[in-house]
């Protein structure tokens, strides 16, 4: 039998190990930075032991966030910008790899993989864009092979694309890794996250796999960042502060919820492509609201997202399960606080109580989807695609 090559037989040396070393990157649509979580895992599948060694957020210069703000989300974009984006991103993320693990001692040749999901540029599920012979579609950009070559760390990347091939619609993911860190035989939970987007994964009592519920939801902090920079030049809306100084507008809020979007059957997918700037826009035009104090639209933007989750979690999910949040979203006040109000009857807290870093969530998943693309298998939970996802680039 020929002898395989080096980076197989390290691949395969790496599937092998009783224990891992994983590195999850998660550079989400709120853009304020690189989550890295440096975990050590052991076993796979439904045997996963997940423990967080380190974490940390890397903040986003400004001037990078807006050379990715010039692509991110338009229908119309410089290509070459695409094209500078996609190497520079992995390269920027190998770096900041690179950084955190000096700071951490850690070596990389200490570290078995890294699974990054790159930025994603445009989310187009068929609800969306609604093209005939196009089917769902989403684009991740940040090349793996850089941050692979610049490391010297096998990189896993690019995970949403199998999930399509596979008739989803590339997101959410969490399920997968929720099912394995957050059930709890006996308790109806429900995982929370509220990024830029808000999206939830419910986890039945009974275990069974058939009614596990994921998905997305609405805008989570994406308008409110937004409206919060146009009116206050803040990149968020700190502790709530401004929020709770203004008032919700009722006619706003009901307009903004009038969608389709929010009468469609879950799982579904949405992004900044639905939920932008535009679409507030035409919310105030409908509801002659476009000359209201900003602070009354920030109030009203922070109302919308937790109307969103509870009208959501009222309608589809038990009304004893136990909720755990995390995302940015959950130091967001006014939304908790919105949230504690509308669904009284569920116990919520964050996911700290279940172990589970909040800010670290997804960044973590990602390292356990990279985790299960070496030593899983392919599990059926509900009609998500049964699928291990993530391609891999070889260092060397
Ligand atoms: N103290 C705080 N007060 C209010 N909002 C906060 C606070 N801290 C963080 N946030 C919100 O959390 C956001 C960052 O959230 P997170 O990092 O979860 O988003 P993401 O990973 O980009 O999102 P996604 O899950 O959609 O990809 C910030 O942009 C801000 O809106
Ligand atoms: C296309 C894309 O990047 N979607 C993200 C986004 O951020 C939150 C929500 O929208 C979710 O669907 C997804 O991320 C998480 C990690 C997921 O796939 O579960």
Redesign the pocket.
Known sequence: MAQLNNNIQHLVNIAQKDTRIGIGL?S??SLDGLDIALCKFTGAGLQTRCQLLQFTTVPYQDFFKSEVRTIFSRRQVDLEKVCLLNDHIGSYHAELILQALAEWNVKPTDVDFIAS?GQ?IY?APKRLHGQEGYHNA?L?IGDGDHIASKTGILTISDF?QKHIAAGGE?????LYGDVLLGSKPGEDRILL?I???S?LTYLPADSDMAKVLCS?IGP?NTLIDMFCRKYFDKAFDEDSAIAFSGEVNEGLLNSLLKHPFFGEQPPK???PELFNEEYVSKAQERSGTTHIDPKDVIATLSAFTGKAIADFVAAYLPKDAKLFVSGGGANNRFVMQYLKHALSAITITDTAALGINPDAK?AI?FALLGNEALAGEPSVIGNNPAVLMGKFSFAG
Request: net charge negative; hydrophobic share 25%; charged share 10%.
């Open positions: 998660m989400g649509t999901h994603t989310h989403t991740q949403r590339g997101a959410p993911l969490a996250n990024g830029g987007i999206n997305d989570g997918t949405t992004g997804e998943l």
